[in-house]
């Protein structure tokens, strides 16, 4: 008899998809009137542009056209799933989450077949894909799922101040959605190691709170009985410096922690993918590390910051374009709002 092969997981697909309407930097300025410029906003954060979804479409649906691509990419059916993992801070609903509707997007509870796959909600922000791939891996290595879909998928269009006030936040952020499929090997390859942390005493740094279950009423309700939302807590709120500087700090840290952990040179890594926030963050990043450029992939010039689906979609984009292959020693790092961040090591 031989002794049981330790399982590993690897990512079998990856698949994305963002909505055909582009928004340029002077969309926004003739677009929608807002006091900015094509130069200001490429000099501070390398975006030219991002995509917005239409009305009626949600980051459910947007995550399932990314799932079912990187259902196809892994050559499995939905039904094949044990497990949906949904990153998103852009939800359809405040209850329930996005995950079960991308579940019953995707078809699982309909027909002889139905296959009732669970779905669950992560709420990391920025670094929920890499929170969702901690999930993943977790259950994928300890045997309790064969494939795990992890999603992320945001629909910022819908909830940015786009008015001069609002211009720090909504000129960074669009919408789009990245999947993976996480499955289990007994080939020596795969997830290395997941590393997470979190400081939520910066929790109002970034966030947007719309509501505080604290108060009576949650929502403060006019005379006439209606919920009113002011600006301020209707959208997101950002001290931009200070993410931006606990950004660079965490980033470096979090990367630095899994190279250590595993033995990994900087050296060995091929490619750097790197939450698209701020294209000067991830160049900061890369310089204290002294990273070669070519090594660091960004696309957040065209899809600005899509938050949880910024790395699926870059993983995605890498895959298609040949850059990413089988063999390649990779390292992901994310940083946002909570604070939290999050990094791994994967040989694909
Ligand atoms: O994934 C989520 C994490 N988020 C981030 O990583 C964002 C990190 N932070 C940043 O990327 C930068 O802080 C920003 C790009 C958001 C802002 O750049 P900044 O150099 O930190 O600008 P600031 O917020 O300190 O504002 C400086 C000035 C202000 O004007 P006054 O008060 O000096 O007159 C802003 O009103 O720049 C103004 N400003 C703009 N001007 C033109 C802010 N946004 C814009 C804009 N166009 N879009």
Excluded at 8 to 34: M, W
Excluded at 57 to 86: K, M, N
Excluded at 151 to 172: F, I, K, M, N, Y
Aim: hydrophobic share 40%; net charge negative; charged share 20%.
């Amino acid at each position: 008899m031989t002794a049981a092969q330790p399982i590993n997981a690897y990512i079998s697909g990856t698949g994305f998809y963002v909505p055909p309407r582009i928004v340029t930097n002077d969309d926004l300025v003739n677009g929608y009137g807002i006091e900015t410029t094509n130069e200001w906003i490429i000099q501070r954060t390398g975006i030219e542009a991002r995509r917005y979804a239409e009305r009626g479409v949600g980051s459910a649906e947007l995550g399932a056209r990314a799932a079912e691509d990187a259902l196809a990419d892994a050559g499995i059916a939905a039904t094949d799933l044990d497990l949906i993992v949904f990153a998103t801070l852009s939800p359809e609903y405040a209850f329930p989450g996005s995950g079960v509707l991308l579940q019953h997007r995707l078809g699982l509870n309909e027909g002889p077949n139905a296959r009732h796959v669970p779905a669950l909600d992560v709420r990391n922000q920025c670094s929920g894909f890499l929170y969702g791939l901690t999930t993943a891996n977790a259950m994928v290595r300890s045997g309790a799922a064969r494939h795990v879909l992890v999603v992320g998928a945001e629909t910022h269009s819908a909830a940015l101040d786009l008015t001069t006030r609002g211009r720090t936040v909504s000129s960074l952020f669009g919408d789009g959605a990245g999947a993976v499929v996480v499955s289990a090997t007994t080939e020596d390859r795969g997830i290395r190691g997941c590393y997470l942390g979190a400081d939520g005493s910066q929790a109002e740094t970034l966030c947007q709170r719309v509501w505080d279950i604290r108060e009576r009423p949650f929502i403060p309700l006019g005379e006439d009985g209606w919920g009113r939302v002011s600006p301020e807590h209707m959208y997101a709120h950002m001290d931009g410096r200070m993410v931006f500087k606990h950004a660079i700090a965490k980033m470096t840290g979090v990367l630095k922690q899994a190279c250590d952990d595993l033995h990994v040179g900087l050296d060995d890594i091929d490619l750097f993918f790197f939450h698209q926030a701020n294209l000067r963050i991830n160049q900061y990043v890369a310089e204290l590390l002294k990273l070669p450029a070519d090594k660091v992939p960004h696309n957040i010039e065209r899809y600005g910051n899509t938050t949880a689906a910024t790395l699926p979609i870059l993983l995605a984009e890498a895959v298609d374009d040949g850059r990413l292959r089988p063999g390649a020693k990779i390292a992901l790092v994310a940083f946002g709002s909570g604070f939290t961040w999050g990094s791994a090591i994967i040989d694909w």
